[in-house]
T-cell receptor
């Protein structure tokens, strides 16, 4: 079964601290893996996209890693800010004519002052 | 604002009523997607359009659901005889179809939150 699992389900950190979110997937055939940020009541916004040949991708304070052999990915957030409070969703796309996406349930991150 | 827009943003209806949502994709994006997201879960795929053609429908899209994209631009999602289980956020996304597949980004709208009483 094609699934994307994320951990932890929720996380609370203090402003300025770093954190790492985890993602495991069983989607096949694999095309690419994306991390999205979703603020409460809003649509998801893309942070990174990685194909199977890419091990790491950065976007400002966000760094995503991908291990296609173990089918694991992580999203590392450096020097967290209050505005980082959101759900972070790991998304895996099927290989094919268009990018059919399988979403994880997300990790809900709360950054406290 | 040139992003994906959705209307209405919120809809409250009584069980058994019909509702229709509209999505305006980013101009010139030929691919359009509908998703449903329930509380605490990631979005689930409902359907996909390439221009005006509906190319894929999820099994989640029961006979009460219908989606159209008549001119290949905006799209509508209609739910007939709504049930309480239809309460969710309905998200629309669009993509250009030009980025060569693997790196193509789907841009999401703000969603329509439906509450069925």
């Amino acid at each position: 079964k094609n699934q994307v699992e994320q951990s932890p389900q929720s996380l609370i950190i203090l402003e300025g601290k770093n954190c790492t979110l985890q993602c495991n997937y069983t989607v096949s055939p694999f095309s690419n893996l994306r991390w999205y940020k979703q603020d409460t009541g809003r649509g998801p916004v893309s942070l990174t996209i990685m194909t199977f040949s890419e091990n790491t991708k950065s976007n400002g304070r966000y760094t995503a890693t991908l291990d296609a052999d173990t089918k694991q990915s992580s999203l590392h957030i450096t020097a967290s800010q209050l505005s980082d409070s959101a759900s972070y969703i790991c998304v895996v796309a099927f290989s094919g004519g268009y990018n059919k996406l399988i979403f994880g349930a997300g990790t809900r991150l709360a950054v406290h002052p | 604002d040139t992003g994906v827009s959705q209307n209405p943003r919120h809809k409250i209806t009584k069980r058994g009523q019909n509702v229709t949502f509209r999505c305006d994709p980013i101009s010139e994006h030929n691919r359009l997607y509908w998703y449903r997201q329930t509380l605490g879960q990631g979005p689930e795929f409902l359907t996909y359009f390439q221009n005006e053609a509906q190319l894929e429908k999820s099994r989640l899209l029961s006979d009460r659901f219908s989606a159209e994209r008549p001119k290949g631009s905006f799209s509508t999602l209609e739910i007939q005889r709504t049930e309480q289980g239809d309460s969710a956020m309905y998200l629309c996304a669009s993509s250009s179809g030009l980025a060569g597949g693997r790196r193509e980004t789907q841009y999401f709208g703000p969603g329509t939150r439906l509450l069925v009483l």
